[in-house]
């Protein structure tokens, strides 16, 4: 699959081994004034604006829509300079107040701007989410970015294959994050660096789209250039009837040629891995890596029990971070803060997910619980569903489309010392603020430890214990 795009899209192979790519799609978000920046040092514009799509997300505030009302002026300044640039260089953009605005890779999906067959890029990591459609979608560099401003191409060395299968079925209560946060277990947080990896088997084509959508978004996390999926029937009837998705007679052309994209049975991969679905438990992380992850049943690591005395010290370092002791029970460290969104896991069916745990229950009085769904048209559709009044009822506080409290560039963020679970998808050291902690994990395993104060096995509320 990686190599029927690539070679749809090279446009020239260099003899040190690069090639001149074409880009079909180029996302753009409120952190690209650099990039703007570069492009009229060098007096370029846009060689196609058509292709450009823009939505500010890193900086907004997830309680107020008006630019005028964001507090601080440098965030302002972030946002005014997309809208901006979109309105003198010609590209489409989602203002603020515009329900279509969102998470930028929520936004793509969601509106069929991205799509199967594609090469999507983005100055950002999490653009491997995209793959999820069948496309080579991947975060560039702002020298990168400028580059695919001004010429619509991008040299890139083609990377190698990875192919991780997951077979069986998943377990009650398993989701599409625990698959990734497996896999992520197994191979390591560096585990796919140097590689596209595509997910195959039974339990990764019986995810729904935005399950799939989940899984791609954190092949980063494992270190991989980008995530794919091969597009079948799953992924047709979700790109179908989108905004910018094709019609008509284009609809059909275009059926036939995404159907052909899939890796041949015979195809060859760099590497393979599999794992078996059904082994799979709700994860959550304890650590400061991706790699720091264990079933929710199971208990604080040991360092003195790690293989090297490299991992020793990496695991020391991140247990007293998070303030943990080896051999406590996962499943009792209290939490402070709970946040449900993000482009891993903000769209409808994780808000859907989380509301089935909550719904007819109360947050824990400790707890502050946000909801912040990843685009403005998830949050309306949670509000015809009145997913909105169940979390508002249990004492979530139900907040505007962005990124918020994943990175919290826009100012929100966990006071230091406190501990978050969290559905985004980094653990990192100060990622949810300075001295903050998080635990990653699913929508419904963040809506049940935000319940009971503590990180829970989602797996006894949904048997009703
Ligand atoms: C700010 C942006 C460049 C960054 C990324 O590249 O991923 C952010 O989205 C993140 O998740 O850390
Ligand atoms: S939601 Fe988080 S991971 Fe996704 S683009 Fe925003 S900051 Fe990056």
């Keep these: 699959m990686l190599d029927k795009i690539w070679s749809q899209h090279s446009i020239l192979d260099r003899a040190d081994g690069e090639t001149l790519l074409y880009v079909d799609r180029h996302l753009i978000h409120d952190g690209y004034q650099p990039a703007f920046e570069f492009l009229r040092a060098r007096g370029l514009r846009p060689r196609a604006p058509h292709q450009i799509f823009g939505t500010p997300d890193h900086y907004v505030p997830t309680d107020v829509r008006q630019v005028a009302r964001i507090p601080s002026a440098e965030r302002r300044g972030m946002v005014e300079s997309l809208m901006e640039n979109a309105k003198e260089l010609g590209f489409t953009v989602f203002e603020l107040a515009d329900s279509r605005q969102g998470i930028v890779h929520v936004i793509g999906p969601e509106q069929g701007i991205s799509q199967p067959g594609m090469t999507i890029v983005c100055a950002d990591s999490h ?103 091969a597009p079948d029937q799953v992924t047709f009837d979700y790109v179908r009837g989108r905004p910018y998705s094709p019609s008509g007679e284009a609809w059909d052309k275009a059926v036939e040629r995404w159907s052909q994209l899939g890796s041949d049975p015979d195809a060859v991969f760099d590497r393979e891995v599999t794992l078996d679905a059904a082994e799979i438990a709700p994860m959550v992380t304890w650590g400061t890596s991706l790699e720091d992850v264990a079933p929710i049943d199971a208990l604080v690591p040991d360092p003195d029990r790690a293989n090297t005395a490299e991992r020793r010290e990496a695991m020391s370092k991140a247990l007293t971070y998070m303030g ?29 997910s989380a509301a089935a745990v909550v719904k007819g229950r109360t947050v824990h ?33 139900w907040r505007e489309a962005g990124c918020s409290l994943c990175l919290g560039t826009n100012g929100e963020t966990v006071a230091s010392g406190k501990r978050c679970a969290s559905t985004s998808n980094r653990n990192f050291v100060g990622r949810q603020g300075r001295g903050a902690r998080t635990h990653l994990m699913s929508p419904t395993m963040a809506a049940a430890a935000a319940i009971t104060g503590h990180l829970t096995d989602v797996r006894q509320f949904q048997r009703g214990e």
């Design 127 to 229: 653009t491997s989410t995209h793959g999820a459609l069948g496309a080579l979608a991947f975060g560039v560099g702002m020298t990168q970015a400028t580059q695919v401003l001004a010429t619509q191409t991008l040299w890139q060395r083609k990377p190698k294959s990875m192919r991780i299968s997951v077979e069986g079925e998943l377990g009650f209560g398993v989701s599409a994050k625990d698959v990734i946060l497996a896999i992520i277990r197994k191979i390591g947080a560096a585990g796919a660096v140097g590689y596209v990896i595509e997910y195959a088997g039974s339990a990764i084509r019986d995810l729904t789209m935005e399950g799939r959508l989940t899984v791609c978004n954190m092949s980063i996390e494992a270190g991989a250039r980008a995530g794919m999926i």
């Design 324 to 352: 943990l002791e080896p051999g406590t029970l996962l499943a009792e460290i209290p939490v402070d803060r709970v946040f449900i969104g993000s482009c891993t896991n903000g769209r409808i069916e994780d808000l859907r």
């Design 365 to 397: 009085p400790r707890v502050e619980a946000w909801i912040v769904p990843g685009s403005g048209l998830v949050k309306a559709q949670a509000e015809a569903e009145g997913l909105d009044s169940i979390f508002l009822h249990a004492g979530f506080e």
